[in-house]
Nanobody, 125 residues
Framework: QLQLVESGGGLVQPGGSLRLSCAVS????????VGWFRQAPGKEREGVSC???????YYADSVKGRFTISRDNAKNTVYLQMNSLKPEDTAVYYC???????????????????WGQGTQVTVSS
C-alpha cells in the first residue's frame, strides 16, 4: 500500500522559510510524479507545484520564484522549499501522486490517487 507522509510544517514569520518533505513508501522501487497542494480555511484546494520522475517541474503563479520543488529518488522523498513566505501562504499542505511514471506532472487534484495526511503551515507575525 502506497503511503505519503508530509513533514516540516510550522509557524514562521512573514519573509521566512520552511522546507516541507513528502516521504513516499510502499512503491516497490517505482518512482512517481508528485504534487504539492494546499488548502486554506474556507477555500478550495489549490495545486502549488509538482515534479515529474525526470525532474521537470511546474509552479502555480502564486508561488513562482519563491518555492522550489525537488526530489531525492534515493530517499524516495520530494521536497518543497518555501522562501519569502507570506500570510496568504497559510494553509494545510498536502502531497499527492497520480502514479504517473512518464511524462509531465500535474496539479489537477482530481487525478491524484494517493494523498498524504497534510502538514500545517502558518505564516504570521
Amino acid at each position: 500500500q502506497l503511503q505519503l507522509v508530509e513533514s516540516g510544517g510550522g509557524l514562521v514569520q512573514p519573509g521566512g522559510s520552511l522546507r516541507l518533505s513528502c516521504a513516499v513508501s510502499g512503491s516497490a522501487g517505482d518512482y512517481y510524479a508528485v504534487g504539492w497542494f494546499r488548502q486554506a480555511p474556507g477555500k478550495e484546494r489549490e495545486g502549488v507545484s509538482c515534479i515529474s520522475t525526470r525532474g521537470s517541474t511546474y509552479y502555480a503563479d502564486s508561488v513562482k520564484g519563491r518555492f522550489t520543488i525537488s526530489r531525492d529518488n534515493a530517499k524516495n522523498t520530494v521536497y518543497l522549499q518555501m522562501n519569502s513566505l507570506k500570510p496568504e501562504d497559510t494553509a494545510v499542505y498536502y502531497c499527492a501522486t497520480d502514479l504517473k511514471i512518464y511524462g509531465a506532472c500535474t496539479v489537477v487534484a482530481g487525478r491524484m490517487r494517493y494523498w498524504g495526511q497534510g502538514t500545517q503551515v502558518t505564516v504570521s507575525s
